[in-house]
Nanobody
Framework: QLQASGGGLVQAGGSLRLSCVAS????????MGWFRQVPGKEREFVTA????????DYADSVKGRFTISRDNAKNTVYLQMNSLKPGDTAVYFC????????????????????WGQGTQVTVSS
């Protein structure tokens, strides 16, 4: 089970930090991702982080502004969002995958089996 939190309303240029806490004892076995979705659009990849945190990937739209990290001792993955823009407004979802298949596209929602409930991020102009 994944529980996301930290969303809210912020002005453009501001920052937010999202957290996603996972239940269970094998958090380090999960590849973790963040996606976002606005009404009427498909879920969009934001960022992902490997099992021990050694590898990360970002959508071009958030590179240089967002940072993903994880603390396996706390079963938590974080998304630090800086320089927020109105276009970042969405519901943000954390996701987890136990896949260990070479060549997995971590940018696809279908690569993740477990999803949090989402947290709303609203950026005002």
């Amino acid at each position: 089970q994944l529980q996301a939190s930290g969303g809210g309303l912020v002005q453009a240029g501001g920052s937010l930090r999202l957290s996603c806490v996972a239940s269970g004892r094998t958090f380090s076995e999960y590849y973790m991702g963040w996606f976002r979705q606005v009404p009427g659009k498909e879920r969009e990849f934001v960022t992902a982080i490997s099992w021990a945190g050694g590898s990360t990937d970002y959508a071009d739209s958030v590179k240089g502004r967002f940072t993903i990290s994880r603390d396996n001792a706390k079963n938590t993955v974080y998304l630090q969002m800086n320089s927020l823009k109105p276009g970042d407004t969405a519901v943000y979802f954390c996701a987890a995958s136990r896949l260990r298949r070479y060549g997995t596209d971590w940018g696809l929602p279908g690569s993740y089996a477990y999803w949090g409930q989402g947290t709303q991020v609203t950026v005002s102009s």
